[in-house]
């Protein structure tokens, strides 16, 4: 047996934190804050309205691939220039160890972004989502949607999240890297598809990944490029590729004004 991969170290880690959260706030009473919980909108109608490509735009301090990218960062402005930008979505990293985010990030960008209504940005949790618990904790920060990452769920877990996930209101963005990975997010009826181009069992990014997987995709799927996105070339590739929206993190991350950046990258004025 190999050595464990980054991903493998990842998931083992958020296994353990939801040991941890489940002991401090157990199951039943995370459900009952689910009655106060903000209002959702639809993830998926949110990205599609931004044509022909909606932008969803990260907030991360950190990653395993670059270390520290913001270890000060005001996460609640942040967000506030990619509205100002015209993001279809914001991905917020909730993972603690590795990317140094947190459930709080999210929720405060959530309320900050109140005021916009129904145009605001739709709120996506980035994690490492393994277990339904952090599916309720997601709805009840404010999420509108999260990430379920095919490579570190069997079929039936996959199948399980993306239920419990529907059931709040919350359509997932499911995240593939290879063909048998597309396909098993095919079979699950995923609607929204995130081809990420970095690989997470060792972070190696290809772009080429996203030309090649979406090639399996035909129907009302909606595509997402995801990672090594930064500039406008890379996104009017991926456009005729066939995604209707790109991920973009360590580019807007690093930016000097955020909202330009995003409007360069899409091509708006």
């Known amino acids: 047996m190999g050595s464990p991969t980054i991903l493998d170290t990842i998931v083992a880690r958020r296994e353990h934190d939801v040991r941890v959260a489940k002991a401090g706030i157990p199951a039943s009473a995370l459900e009952a804050l689910l009655a106060s919980a903000p209002e959702v909108i639809s993830f998926e109608a949110r990205l599609r309205r931004e044509t ?9 301090r950190a990653s395993p691939s670059k270390g520290e990218i913001a270890p000060g960062l005001d996460a609640v402005a942040q967000a506030k220039k990619y509205a100002d930008g015209g993001a279809a ?30 145009s605001r940005p739709a709120i996506l949790r980035k994690d490492f989502i393994i277990d339904e618990y952090q599916v309720v904790e997601a709805r009840v920060h404010g999420a509108d949607s999260l990430l379920l990452i095919v490579a570190s769920l069997d079929d039936a877990k996959l199948c399980n999240l993306m239920e419990r996930s ?34 997470l069992r060792n972070f190696r990014v290809d772009l080429g990944t996203t030309d090649r997987l979406a090639k399996q995709v035909s129907g009302d799927v909606l595509l997402a490029a995801l990672s090594g996105i930064s500039t406008r070339e890379d996104v009017e590739r991926f456009q005729i590729a066939g995604a209707g929206a790109v991920l ?14 995003i409007r360069a990258l899409v091509g708006s004025k």
């Not at 022909?52 to 991360?60: G, N, Q, T």
């Not at 963005?173 to 098993?184: I, P, Q, S």
């Not at 993190?249 to 909202?259: F, I, K, N, S, W």
């Open 89 to 118: 979505g914001i991905s917020v990293l909730t993972e603690p160890t590795w990317f140094k985010g947190t459930l709080e990030d999210m929720s405060s960008i959530r309320a900050a972004l109140q005021a916009l209504g129904d």
């Open 166 to 199: 529907r059931s709040l209101g919350m359509e997932p963005l499911v995240e593939v890297n290879n063909a048998d990975e597309m396909e098993r997010a095919l079979a699950s009826s995923a609607r929204v598809i995130g081809i990420n181009n970095r690989d």
């Open 248 to 261: 973009v993190g360590e580019a807007l991350m690093v930016a000097e004004d955020p909202a330009a950046a």
């Open 52 to 60: 022909p490509m909606a932008l969803i735009a990260e907030v991360k």
